[in-house]
């Protein structure tokens, strides 16, 4: 089954405390990005990737990396977590040349 | 600079009523465009999308958009709206100058009364 793949679905944690969300596809795609999704704001940009060791910044950068070594798999680092950071995290996958994104079922994280 | 708009926070209609839910844009030349739906606890999933051609497009469930440029909107419609319907809806467009990368509305909540 085609899908993507984020772990953990949940996660608490604490300031300061690094931690790294997997994303991984199955669709072969080139392209892959993380969004944040807070109330009221919608889905922002965290990173995209075009392809393997092709990262970019998207909107909402600051406090967050990315790495691409291989292409199915996507995480996102936040090496020193801050409240703000408290958030819905998706992840998402497509071909570029159709832009069909598919997305992850989400990470809810809270940091304390 | 907001780049897609949303105006309607949350929508409120009665089963079997029709629905429209806004979306503007504001660049130039005319972008790809999108709609995804979130189901409660769920990931996006893509309803519809404009590349060219026909204004009008259907989607999933029912749903179709009209593609209008003079206006710069993409608004999705719903002729009789099902409870299960119930959901946050977002319109998303991609930049012919940032291929790749899909910029997304605020986010248009409907509840369906029974």
């Known amino acids: 089954e085609a899908q993507v793949t984020q772990n953990p679905r949940y996660l608490i944690t604490v300031t300061g405390k690094k931690l790294t969300v997997t994303c991984s596809q199955n669709?072969?795609?080139?392209?892959m990005s993380w969004y944040r999704q807070d109330p009221g704001l919608g889905l922002r940009q965290i990173y995209y990737?075009?392809?393997?060791?092709?990262?970019d910044k998207g909107d909402v950068p600051e406090g967050y990396k990315v790495s691409r070594k291989e292409k199915r798999n996507f995480p996102l680092i936040l090496e020193s977590p801050s409240p703000n950071q408290t958030s819905l995290y998706f992840c998402a996958s497509s071909l570029i040349a159709k832009n069909i994104q598919y997305f992850g079922a989400g990470t809810r994280l809270s940091v304390l | 600079a907001q780049s897609v708009t949303q105006p309607d926070i949350h929508i409120t209609v009665s089963e079997g009523a029709s629905l429209e839910l806004r979306c503007n844009y504001s660049?130039?030349?005319?972008?790809?465009l999108f709609w995804y739906v979130q189901s409660p606890g769920q990931g996006l999933q893509l309803l519809l999308k404009?590349?060219?051609?026909?204004?009008l497009v259907q989607g999933i469930k029912g749903f179709e958009a009209e593609f209008k440029r003079s206006q710069s909107s993409f608004n999705l419609r719903k002729p009789s709206v099902h409870w299960s319907d119930a959901a946050e809806y977002f319109c998303?467009?991609?930049?012919?100058?940032?291929?790749?990368?899909?910029?997304f509305g605020r986010g248009t909540q409907l509840t369906v009364w029974p």
């Open positions: 404009y590349f060219s051609g026909d204004t």
């Open positions: 998303a467009v991609e930049r012919g100058s940032t291929l790749g990368r899909l910029y």
């Open positions: 660049y130039g030349a005319t972008p790809y």
């Open positions: 669709m072969n795609h080139e392209y």
């Open positions: 990737s075009m392809n393997v060791e092709v990262t």
